[in-house]
């Protein structure tokens, strides 16, 4: 590792400090606002906190094979870096917070600059990068990207984000797998949204992080402070500051030099020595000392940084001050606080920006040339666009599974166990995981024939003991399933890391992870924010539904389709028949591969076309399978939301649309209705999300004018007759089909699951729950069958 450029270092630390606090200023104070008084908002005080971090960061210590989740609070200096190198423009910092500027908080899919990580919901960017290290290690441990060295996956978090139980989880996931080439760098500036940090949590985020193997490195004091040690009467000074609690240090900093005299003279300042050392600095000098913690000082952060030079984790607990360098330092409310345009003019005197030149990149900087030389060599920006690019894989056809009577969850694990078996570009590049859960939703057979994954070797203890079992548990560097606890956010980040593959290593992965489909919601924040990422996976949530029924309402999902239609870079399928799920998880394998820019699907005015990630939500009640299909449009019909399963007569009083494992309710009720009700149909939806998202999108499309936009449940519902009541039917709540009665102006009956379940068989609770054949029977038979017309 070369010296540090110490001096061309603290320009760039000058110029980020400056840049983020114009950034937020113009935003508040100068930018004309179309909602009144209304605060833009930024962060000027965690952004000061994390400059120095993030210069000794991005301007030495970073490699350009190295990937960064920045702290949500931290954007203004994100961007502030990319700008200072060209990479980002002036207009997207002047409009910061506005339409179309750069973001709140780093956005990979938001923000025009390399972003590695979005980060926003704390906690999870800080976990982000550990699971990244994950897919990079079996990346490398496939041979798949030899010729490239393992870069650091590193996190930049706010003390307060430790407060997520998230970070835990996933702390004890990497332990797990042998994790390395992760870096935690933690801005412990010891102030929160509200409030000041405990006493004494340092010694208790490094009890955990050694605990879990990681290296420790706690950056507390600077240079000048060291020095300051080492003179006559420091070791008492270092044992103040040492003693002094987090609140006290904070209100000091803020009151500045002269009350940091005063209280260091009344508590230590009796003692000769020291009280000569403070006598040697003037009040600013005393406060410079003062401040002088470890995570401000360049020395100390890039020789931190370049003394770890092994792939073991490491955290460095990096001591800062909230708002560093600014009038807001210190001080209990500076979070959301905002400098005035007095303090704002002050920082720019102080910094040297000359007046109209405050958005100048190099502003102030005595030697432009020479400081421009430094900034071309600067490593981690030195090769350009970080992101990468990747051919998709070819998508064999997958045949359905030929049994007569199965459920949709069996029949993922067989369609998944074929194509383990056929092999093939694709197959091998599928990569399985589960929150241990990976037998319960069928992820055996896959798991038997490619094996679980781990760095080194770990045999299958009770094979070898010839302990008979179905399930071969062989680890191996080759094996393509990881193995996860019981932590659905650690499912999803998972997911999310190796569905970034693509993009962050050049290497396509085809995730797939499994779980059962109540607890999507208790990873459902990790699920969107790996959503946001755009990365791409499927995601299964099965068993599902009351139809689960002995379990009890604990097991059992009620708003899961919902979350599906409602989530954002999320296809959602409930399919009821295994042709369906072959025909959707082959799909869903192209889906996931998709990139750029595409025009509206003139089919179903599907306008997210580009691709994205997958949900299906499987269940386990067997379904007898149809025998044929004769409609020619019923493989399109699947992958676009609906298809007719019994197309209804031209004089129908009655339609059921169903969802799902009650295929066979709707069915049935269909043929009992068929003698007394003219033309009954029965429409076969596997998908109410890509259903609505086509009729919303094609009636967008006509308010802009092009009138011969039509969806695909336009096409479907139009020909009904006005007098033709729908009856919805599925195992979830009720709201995810009755909108079909808006698409045409129909009488709507939707049926549904709105309580929590309970024990039962499943004749029991569908029954109770009113979604048997038995129920819509009854509420087709209290529905007209022609139109009314009323007096008057």
Same mark, same amino acid.
């Not at 983020?20 to 965690?46: E, F, Y």
């Not at 609690?245 to 904070?250: K, R």
């Not at 798991?447 to 203890?461: E, K, S």
């Given at each position: 590792m070369s010296t540090p450029p110490i001096p061309h270092l603290r320009i760039v630390q000058q110029r980020l400090l400056w840049l983020?606090?114009?950034?937020?200023? +113009?935003?508040?104070?100068?930018?004309?606002?179309?909602?009144?008084?209304?605060?833009?908002?930024?962060?000027? =005080?965690?952004s000061a906190s994390m400059v120095s971090l993030m210069t000794a960061l991005y301007f030495h210590a970073l490699r350009p094979e190295d990937r960064v989740a920045v702290k949500p609070h931290a954007s203004p200096v994100l961007h502030a870096a990319h700008y200072l190198m060209g990479r980002q423009s002036r207009e997207n910092l002047e409009n910061f917070r506005a339409f179309g500027g750069a973001q709140s908080y780093p956005s990979r899919t938001k923000d025009s600059i390399d972003v590695d990580f979005s980060t926003g919901s704390v906690g999870l960017g800080a976990a982000m990068p550990l699971f990244a290290a994950l897919t990079q290690d079996y990346l490398h441990a496939h041979g798949w990207i030899d010729g490239r060295p393992a870069g650091r996956m590193v996190a930049l978090i706010g003390d307060a984000e430790l407060d997520e139980g998230n970070i835990y989880e996933a702390l004890q996931e990497g332990w797990k797998h042998d994790l390395r080439n992760t870096w935690w760098v933690i801005d412990y500036n010891r102030q929160s949204l509200d409030g000041v940090m405990r006493e004494g949590l340092w010694r208790r985020i490094e009890a955990i992080f050694t605990a879990f193997d990681w290296r420790v490195v706690r950056l507390k004091y600077g240079a000048l402070q060291r020095a300051a040690f080492a003179e006559p009467g420091g070791e008492a000074l270092r044992d103040w500051?040492?003693?002094?609690? +987090?609140?006290? /240090?904070?209100?000091?900093? /803020?009151? !500045?030099?002269?009350?940091?005299r005063a209280r260091l003279m009344d508590d230590i300042g009796d003692q000769g020595k020291t009280a000569a050392l403070f006598d040697r600095r003037s009040d600013a000098d005393l406060a410079a000392l003062m401040e002088n913690l470890g995570g401000h000082c360049l020395e100390t952060l890039c020789e931190g940084f370049d003394a770890v030079a092994d792939d073991r984790p490491t955290v460095f607990l990096a001591y800062t001050v909230k708002g560093h360098g600014t009038p807001l330092a210190g001080h209990k409310d500076n979070h959301a606080g905002l400098m005035t345009p007095a303090q704002m003019a002050d920082l720019q005197t102080r910094l040297g920006v000359p007046e109209g030149q405050e958005w100048e990149p190099l502003a102030g900087v005595p030697d432009p040339d020479a400081f421009r030389a430094f900034l071309d060599d600067v490593p981690f920006f030195a090769a350009g666009s970080r992101r990468t690019r990747t051919d998709p894989l070819p998508v064999p056809t997958l045949p359905a599974p030929q049994d007569r009577v199965q459920s949709t969850q069996a029949g993922f694990g067989k369609i998944l166990d074929a194509l383990a078996k056929d092999g093939g570009p694709l197959s091998d590049r599928v990569l399985t995981m589960s929150p241990?859960?990976?037998?319960?939703?069928?992820?055996?057979?896959?798991?038997?024939?490619?094996?679980?994954?781990?760095?080194?070797?770990?045999?299958?203890?009770? *094979?070898?003991?010839?302990?008979? &079992?179905t399930q071969k548990w062989a680890f191996s560097p080759t094996g393509q399933h990881i193995e996860l606890g019981i932590a659905e956010n650690n499912l999803m980040l998972m997911l999310g890391a190796a569905g970034l593959s693509h993009s962050l290593f050049g290497q396509r992965l085809i995730p797939v992870g499994t779980l059962y489909d109540p607890f999507v919601a208790r990873g459902l924040d990790a699920l969107n924010y790996a959503c946001y990422q755009?990365?791409?996976?499927?995601?299964? $949530?099965?068993?599902? !539904?009351?139809?689960?029924?002995?379990? $009890?309402?604990?097991?059992? &999902?009620?708003?899961?389709?919902?979350?599906?239609?409602s989530q954002d870079g999320l296809a959602a399928f409930e399919p009821a028949f295994l042709d369906e799920l072959a025909l959707i998880m082959g799909w869903s394998f192209d889906y996931l591969q998709r990139d750029g820019d595409a025009a509206p699907d003139e089919r179903t005015w599907l306008r997210d076309e580009t691709g994205g990630s997958v /949900?299906?939500?499987?269940?386990?009640?067997?379904?007898?399978?149809?025998? *044929?299909?004769?409609d020619p449009g019923f493989a399109q019909g699947v992958i676009d939301g609906a298809y007719w399963l019994r197309p209804p007569?031209?004089? =129908?009083?009655?339609?059921?649309? /169903?969802?799902?494992?009650?295929?066979?309710?709707?069915?049935?009720?269909?043929?009992?209705?068929?003698?007394?009700?003219?033309? %009954?149909?029965?429409?076969?939806?596997?998908?109410?999300?890509?259903? +609505?998202?086509?009729?919303?999108?094609?009636?967008?499309?006509?308010?802009? !004018?092009?009138?011969?936009? *039509? &969806?695909?449940?336009?096409?479907?519902?139009? $020909?009904l007759p006005r007098h033709c009541t729908l009856i919805t039917v599925i195992d979830g709540h009720p709201a995810t089909l009755a909108?079909?009665?808006?698409?045409?102006?129909?009488?709507?009956?939707?049926? !549904?699951?709105?309580?929590?379940?309970?024990?039962?068989?499943?004749?029991?609770?569908?029954?109770?729950?009113?979604?048997?054949?038995?129920? %819509?029977?009854?509420?087709?038979?209290?529905?007209? $069958?022609?139109?009314?017309?009323?007096?008057?």
């Open positions: 983020a606090c114009w950034t937020v200023h +113009n935003a508040n104070a100068l930018r004309p606002k179309d909602d009144g008084d209304i605060k833009v908002g930024g962060h000027q =005080a965690s500051i040492d003693a002094c609690p +987090n609140a006290l /240090y904070s209100a000091l900093t /803020y009151q !500045g030099g002269a009350a940091w241990d859960v990976t037998v319960s939703t069928n992820l055996g057979p896959w798991v038997n024939r490619r094996g679980l994954f781990a760095r080194d070797a770990q045999p299958d203890t009770f *094979r070898d003991q010839k302990v008979p &079992s755009d990365a791409r996976f499927v995601v299964v $949530g099965t068993p599902s !539904g009351v139809t689960l029924a002995p379990e $009890g309402g604990a097991h059992q &999902s009620v708003g899961t389709p919902l979350i599906g239609m /949900y299906l939500r499987l269940s386990t009640r067997p379904v007898e399978q149809p025998l *044929r299909r004769d007569g031209p004089n =129908a009083d009655v339609v059921i649309a /169903y969802q799902g494992c009650v295929a066979p309710a709707a069915i049935e009720a269909a043929g009992r209705l068929a003698g007394d009700r003219r033309d %009954i149909g029965v429409l076969s939806v596997t998908s109410a999300d890509r259903l +609505n998202a086509g009729w919303t999108a094609a009636r967008r499309a006509r308010a802009r !004018g092009q009138t011969g936009a *039509r &969806s695909l449940a336009e096409r479907l519902l139009d $020909g909108w079909l009665g808006s698409v045409a102006g129909h009488r709507t009956v939707p049926l !549904g699951v709105e309580h929590f379940g309970q024990t039962g068989t499943i004749a029991d609770l569908h029954r109770h729950y009113g979604i048997d054949a038995d129920a %819509i029977t009854a509420a087709a038979r209290l529905t007209p $069958g022609r139109p009314v017309r009323f007096a008057g």
